[in-house]
């Protein structure tokens, strides 16, 4: 059902891949000498070895049986390490070329601590290069040209690409470019002023208008979410301790990401028919099964829920509230729900699985994923966050709850991470039947970027940190 529901993007590689906070990142003589390290390891069926470089700030995301099992089927599988080489150095991260006995070559991801420990780790295929170049308005003549080419056409190897769409702001100036088509085989180039679905990237906006609830004394981050909901609902608690309004924008709620009869549809528009009276009889069935708070879930109907207590208190519809305490003080025009007859022109078509997806429609939960923009306008949003001259947008990126395993943070809306190199990294991914995007800013760096795609089978988180990586590497060299 992955096409289904909104998916929560972090920062990951593949099977296995994390970030602690504020790592060492090791220089290229010492990463080498790990991947041989690890090289001579899993030739020797020594996996317990390779677990045993794990970082220890790291150790919680890379359990150890998990772990040694995933490598000792990469070894079943594939036999002995024959060669390797470096691919790209990224500083944070180094990409290595992995043949294999039984003719296969991988990409080994490492983000090296020391000589002896790593902090991240990956193996994912290596694509083969396109035979025919993917159009794009690229015009390669700055260094910021070559950087985002560069992630762009390691994205667009996956034969499965439509169309891309990448915007970057770095120290207040703007940068767009757009590859690939509009829809599969079209020939036509999207633009930076041509609507995507922004999917999840939509609970950002509905954490900084939670915030600015707060502000203007409409909620309390504390609340009984019960407070602002018709009807009874003793079930919306667990021992005692209700849901509160922050554990809706957290997803700390426990309360369902979808109703099975979203789960279960078979429609490619799923959430069309679910209404806010809908969503509200599904809370009455809902059953905690742990204190809310205490850890996180994924849930769109919580931040759905969430965005229509906003509407309710303001008496203002979700895209009204948009309007006025977004798109108004950021400058943008083209970040809305319901686009004009003009504007439909503009939208690209979404693709799974090589065919259009239709457009998705979420009366019900609106604030869960509901928006649609541009790279112009995504753009604008990225530097009004990166700016934060904004209380309500101050207050959504400050830190509401932290994993007590894991380096997981939330803010209000926000996915808070802190870089290897120290960096503060704060964004959120977004999907949808036909759509993958992505925000992120990195605040000290000046530096927001966005990408959205037209195709939902390729995620482009690894774009996204391929451009940061180049830009912090260049800025501040190890």
Known sequence: MKTKIFVLILFVFCAFASFPVRAQVADLKAAIELKEAFVTNFNEANFKAIHAMVADNSKSDFPEEGFTNFLKNQFSQKGK?????????????????????KKISLQLSLGVKSAKEFYSFGLSGIQPKREKPVISDNP??????????KAAQN????????????????????????YGETEKSNGQLPTADSFYEIGSITKTFTGILLAQAVLDKKVKLDDDIRKYLDGSFP???????????????????????????????DSGDPWAN??????????????????????????????GLLGNILEKVYGLSYEKLVEKFINKPAKMKETKINLSEAETKRFVRGHNKDKVAPPWNLPGVK?????????????????????AKNKAVQMAQKLQWQSPATTFRMGLGWILYTTPSGFQKVSHSGGTGGFRTYC????????????????????????????????AKNDHPH
């Not at 190897?157 to 757009?178: A, C, E, H, P, W």
């Not at 849901?243 to 099975?260: R, V």
Request: proline letters at 4%.
């Open 81 to 101: 390490i024959t060669a390797s080489e470096l691919m790209e150095d990224f500083g944070e991260v180094r990409y290595f070329r992995l043949d294999f006995e």
């Open 140 to 149: 390669l003549k700055n260094p910021m040209d070559l950087i985002v080419d």
């Open 155 to 178: 994205y667009l190897r996956d034969l499965k690409t439509v169309g891309l769409s990448i915007g970057v702001v770095k120290d207040g100036k703007f940068y767009t470019y757009n």
């Open 235 to 265: 079930n919306l608690e667990f021992q005692g301790q209700s849901i509160t309004i922050k554990d809706l924008s957290t997803h700390t709620s426990g309360i369902p990401s979808a109703p099975d009869s979203v789960e279960k549809s």
């Open 274 to 303: 679910f209404s806010r009276e809908q969503l509200l009889e599904e809370m009455h069935r809902v059953k905690l099964e742990r204190k809310p708070g205490e850890n996180v879930a994924y849930s769109n109907s919580a931040v």
């Open 367 to 387: 604030g869960a994923g509901a928006l649609r923009s541009t790279t112009n306008d995504l753009l604008k949003y990225a530097q009004w966050n990166i700016l």
């Open 440 to 471: 992120t800013i990195y605040p000290q760096l000046k530096l927001g970027i966005t990408v959205m795609s037209n195709n939902s089978d390729s995620e482009p988180n690894l774009v996204v940190d391929e451009i940061y990586m180049q830009i």
